[in-house]
């Protein structure tokens, strides 16, 4: 049997054999590298750029020229008209393109109702835009009067079937008068039919909603009419006209967040409001640093304050149940809690510079005072060099002058044998306990045995007498001895 070669699929272009070496896939067909270009401007092709039509191929440009929308704002760009087909980019007579029509398509015709509503053609759906149900062309999606292109962000469907600009449908089926139309500032009342007939712009009629009156007590409280739905406005329960809700003195126009309801069954405004009901004197109604009084007595400007007593010291509490600096009843509006007790807001000041303290300033002395923590240091503070309010020796008596058994360091009855603080032998609360190998210490007898540092989990080492050290008096005392140990590497020592 005679040897017959493989078939090869041939390239459209050219016609001859590709192979698997050189091809490039477009449009199901496989082309040679060098074929695979622009039909009309001869532009080499990859597969970001390339636009197949017919068996041809394009880069996008050339095929936007060729086959897209034709018009304002395309083809050349927005702003420009043009209507280049690329006729100056085609082939020269007599080259070859392999049979690829590059004259304009005939659209088929669709049946009646079923076609694009502008041209009567086929709509197939990578070019349909829909407007009320029905597709048109890409190109014939555009505005009936001016022609221009629209997208479904600006298109408006008129009664008439067809599509408009939104311009075009206000002139045409928009309302007319002072401030339509054409704009604000020009009085247009004409409107146009197909004929370009002048005809009669239609009337409106306002119907004063005020006139209609409502029974006593129902209607809007400024001027008794009927409020229906669309205009009325909620205030206090009850329904006013939209037009009739401004403030009594101003007239001002109000809305929900700067009306004041007032206690003549009126509203107001906030600044009307304030000047008539509002507190007056010193820094109210117009301003700090103004006295404003609006003409009122003195009498009236009482009978409109309520009346209030801010002295609450001077309600007695029973005794041990009031504020334990004046003895006054404490209400929950001003309380202040320390140590279980409760304290007037102004009363809860330091006992000896009286500064005003809060929850995080306080400090609850022995004394059953609260003090700032400057003075509570002064008073109950340790004492000696490093303390106080500067690193100064201070050498005060050996006692306070105020003694309290509870804050010295080792009293009252101690613990049984090996049940107590290792180095005190008082017993240790929870609050207080520091552990380490040998028992359970005091915060402040935990420190070394040596040096008298203090120690924590880090640098404790429990010695085989029983107490604790730290790292270098443990290495001091039991650790290696010789050179390098001890002092210092490079010392001899056998102490």
């Given at each position: ?87 100056h980019l085609k082939a020269e007579q007599g ?30 759906a990578a070019e349909q835009m829909l407007a ?33 600009c939104r311009v075009c449908y206000g002139k ?324």
């Open positions: 049997m005679p040897f017959k070669p493989a078939d090869n699929p041939k390239c459209p272009k050219c016609g001859k054999s590709v192979y698997a070496a050189e091809e490039r896939v477009a449009g199901g067909l496989k082309w040679h590298k060098m074929c695979f270009k622009c039909g009309l401007c001869q532009k080499l092709l990859d597969s970001t750029n390339c636009s197949e039509h017919e068996g041809e191929l394009f880069c996008k440009v050339c095929h936007a020229r060729k086959f897209g929308p034709k018009g304002y704002g395309f083809g050349g760009g927005a702003g420009c008209l043009s209507m280049d087909a690329g006729d080259v070859r393109t392999n049979g690829a029509c590059l004259e304009p398509r005939v659209i088929a015709k669709a049946p009646p109702g079923e076609g694009c509503p502008r041209c009567g053609g086929y709509v197939y009320r149900g029905r597709g048109y062309h890409r190109r014939c999606f555009n505005c009936n009067t001016c022609h221009k292109p629209l997208d479904s962000t600006i298109h408006c469907d008129g009664p008439d079937k067809e599509i408009y045409k089926f928009g309302p007319k008068g002072y401030g339509y139309g054409k704009g604000a500032g020009v009085l247009q009342s004409d409107t146009y039919t197909n004929g370009d007939s002048p005809s009669q712009a239609p009337r409106t009629t306002v119907i004063d909603t005020a006139a209609i009156q409502a029974p006593p007590g129902k209607g809007c409280p400024r001027c008794g009419g009927v409020v229906f739905a669309a205009e009325q406005v909620l205030a206090k329960g009850r329904e006013w006209h939209r037009k009739c809700f401004k403030c009594h003195d101003c007239t001002k126009t109000l809305d929900s967040i700067i009306a004041c309801d007032g206690p003549d069954s009126d509203v107001y405004c906030k600044t009307c409001y304030g000047k008539k009901w509002g507190p007056h004197g010193y820094g109210f109604a117009c301003g700090s640093g103004f006295l404003q009084t609006d003409g009122l007595t003195e009498e009236e400007i009482s009978s409109n304050r309520p009346f209030y007593n801010p002295d609450t010291t001077s309600i007695k509490a029973p005794k041990g149940q009031g504020c334990p600096r004046c003895g006054g009843m404490v209400f929950a509006a001003e309380q202040q809690l320390a140590k279980g007790t409760m304290w007037h807001k102004k009363c809860f000041n330091c006992a000896e510079c009286h500064r005003p303290l809060d929850s995080m300033l306080a400090c609850d002395g022995p004394d059953k005072e609260i003090h700032c923590r400057a003075c509570y240091a002064k008073l109950f503070g340790p004492r000696g060099f490093g303390y106080g309010h500067a690193p100064t020796l201070v050498c005060s008596d050996s006692e306070p002058t105020v003694t309290y058994t509870e804050q010295l360091p080792f009293t009252g009855q101690k613990a049984a044998k090996g049940k107590g603080c290792p180095r005190c032998g008082f017993p240790v609360y929870a609050a207080e306990q520091m552990n380490s190998k040998n028992g359970t210490w005091h915060k402040r007898c935990f420190s070394c045995s040596d040096c008298h540092r203090s120690l924590d989990s880090t640098n404790l080492n429990d010695g085989p007498n029983g107490e604790i050290y730290c790292r270098g008096c443990y290495g001091r005392n039991f650790g290696p001895k010789g050179v390098g140990f001890g002092l210092g590497a490079g010392t001899l020592t056998m102490a």
